[in-house]
């Protein structure tokens, strides 16, 4: 069967650095998605990873090992506003998502 | 990017009504769009793939009969929930990919509707 794994809940101090992990096992497999979605908002685009290596955006990570079915999203110099699910999805062979049940990260001052 | 507009952002019916939802692609062409529905503290399910001029796609256990799709143009999809009960309240949610080839891969989402069904 197809499965996403990411761990429901994370706490992190602003300022700090966070790594969120996933697992995934996907009928095929088109790149790994990392979205953020604040509470009562629809998700938005972080990262797109389908070769195997560390994609950096600013103060966003993203690392893809396709042997492994395992990727992370690193976040630093953490802030407030980064306080969100963090939802992993995974393209199968047709090009569908197929969505974790999102990490929330929790951020104190 | 590519923005898709949604609406309502907000809808409470009464039980047995039919609510219907919109989703806009407005600054591009979307011969696919998606529809998600999202409960409390849980992932994303993916509904239905809607297409332009066609029937949409359900998903396994997605009642067709009860989510009713239309995608008549290339800019607007609409959900229409029909007969509600206080079970489908929920987050509803599109989205659409901007560019022709399915590996382009970003999805642009909606703001999202949230239904309260009394």
């Known amino acids: 069967g197809q499965n996403i794994d990411q761990p429901t809940e994370m706490t992190a101090t602003e300022g700090a650095i966070v790594q969120i992990n996933c697992t995934y096992q996907?009928?095929?497999?088109?790149?790994l998605f990392w979205y953020q979605q604040h509470a009562g908002e629809a998700p938005t685009f972080l990262s797109y990873?389908?070769l195997d290596g560390l994609e950096e955006k600013g103060r966003f990570s993203s690392f893809l090992s396709r042997s492994k079915g395992y990727s992370y999203l690193l976040l630093k110099e953490l802030q407030m506003k980064d306080s969100a699910s963090y939802l992993c999805?995974?393209?199968?062979?047709?090009?569908?998502?197929?969505w974790g049940a999102g990490t929330k990260l929790i951020i104190k001052p | 990017g590519a923005v898709v507009s949604q609406h309502p952002s907000w809808v409470i019916c009464k039980s047995g009504t039919s609510v219907k939802i919109e989703c806009r692609s407005l600054?591009?062409?979307?011969?696919?769009m998606f529809w998600y529905r999202q409960f409390p503290k849980q992932s994303l399910m993916l509904m239905a793939t809607?297409?332009?001029?066609?029937?949409?796609?359900?998903e396994q256990g997605v009642e067709k009969d009860k989510f009713l799709i239309n995608h008549a143009s290339l800019t607007l999809s609409t959900l229409t929930v029909t007969s509600a009960h206080p079970e489908d309240s929920s987050f509803y949610i599109c989205?659409?990919?901007?560019?022709?080839?399915?590996?382009?891969?970003?999805?642009?989402f909606g703001e999202g509707s949230r239904l309260t069904v009394l």
């Open positions: 999805a995974s393209m199968d062979s047709n090009y569908q998502l197929i």
């Open positions: 600054d591009f062409q979307a011969t696919t």
């Open positions: 996907t009928s095929g497999f088109n790149g």
């Open positions: 989205s659409a990919r901007d560019g022709a080839g399915w590996e382009s891969g970003e999805l642009f």
């Open positions: 809607s297409n332009e001029g066609s029937k949409a796609t359900y």
């Open positions: 990873n389908v």
